[in-house]
């Protein structure tokens, strides 16, 4: 595989969902009948506290041997698997190239004029591109994503991946694997999502992804700082306590009964600050989108209760929470009860593992 295709990867079947995040090693297998999906395998296995920081792998031993857990508990046998790399040193951009060249020679100039658009060395980094489509700006010229990601990251994750025993087959951009994801909620919104404008927010532990949809097709992504993160360290400010204590009772529901109403209800609106703040830059950015028409909530902050419907009354945007596999069957093997607890943040390994189906 050249490097430039190791960023988004080729087809390939029988392939892993890997989401290697902040909290937890996500894992999630599917498979496709006819155009039904089928979820095969899937475990969450947790990470211990920064093993993975800043979208960093910071000991690829420790996450190797969570994802190597997150394998054996999920039963699956498929070695191989598509992970994402996301944060700073990924960098994309549309450029326009000549129409008229061919996929090699776009290859070529590409390399050669990639770093006008990369604040890295060439040398050190992964590059990758896709033809959109021709482009608007000039006529005789296409729209080309141009993807570049540090080499260190990719390493880092595809070490953690060997300790494993698993072999990393694609490497996809967070954003990426996301909008593939936001495939398996058209359930979910108006009209299918047709001729809408949908903000899909995967709030996890340390991160808050913004990924604006209109007609399915990405126009805006950003990302935060903000997560569950936020809440654990409100609890310990408010409850004194250590930084194990206020994650074991959060989890737990060990609160006292004062916590939703001082602690929760708080960390709620924060959440809905966050969001209003993205859709202002969003609206700031563009001319041709003045609505947001629905707000899907993922990751572990969507799981907290009624959050979709607070949300709602405080932005005025109708909300609900993702549901990626409510027309999915489930194997008994992947626990349907437990998927069905997790789903919200199951979203990027849903993503991933729909990598399976690429046309090859
Ligand atoms: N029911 C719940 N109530 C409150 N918080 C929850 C609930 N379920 C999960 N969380 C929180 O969601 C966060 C984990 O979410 P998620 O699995 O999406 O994060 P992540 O993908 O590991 O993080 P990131 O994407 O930021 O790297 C944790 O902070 C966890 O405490
Ligand atoms: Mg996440």
Known sequence: MSIMQSLFGGGSRDLLGLDISSSAVKLLELSRRGDRF?????????????????????????????????????????????????????????????????????????????????????????????????????????????????????????????????????????????????????HQMPDSGRGKTIALIDMGATTTSVLVLHNLQSVYTREQSFGGRQLTDDIMRYYGLSLEEAAKAKRFNSLPEDYSFNVLTPFVADMGQQIDRSLQFFFASSSQHAQIDQIILAGGCAEIAGVDRAIQEQLSIPTVVAKPFAHMSVSPKAKPAQLAKDSASLLLACGLAYRAFDPA
């Open 38 to 186: 089928h979820v095969e395998t899937y475990a969450v296995e947790p990470l211990p506290p920064n093993a993975v920081a800043d979208k960093q792998i910071v000991d690829p031993k420790v996450v190797g041997e969570c994802i190597a857990r997150a394998v054996n508990r999920s039963g699956t046998r498929t070695l191989q698997a598509a992970l994402a790399v996301s944060g700073a040193s990924v960098i994309t951009k549309i450029i326009q190239m000549p129409a008229t060249l061919s996929e090699n020679d776009l290859e070529e100039q590409i390399k050669v004029e990639a770093d006008q658009y990369i604040p890295y060395s060439i040398d050190e980094v992964h590059l990758d591109f896709q033809v959109l489509g021709p482009s608007s700006v000039g006529t005789g010229s296409v729209d080309v994503l141009l993807a570049a990601c540090r080499k260190e990251q990719v390493e880092q994750r595809c070490a953690a991946l060997e300790i494993a025993g698993l072999k990393p087959r694609i490497v996809d951009i967070e954003n990426n694997a996301l909008q593939n994801a936001s495939l398996f909620l058209q």
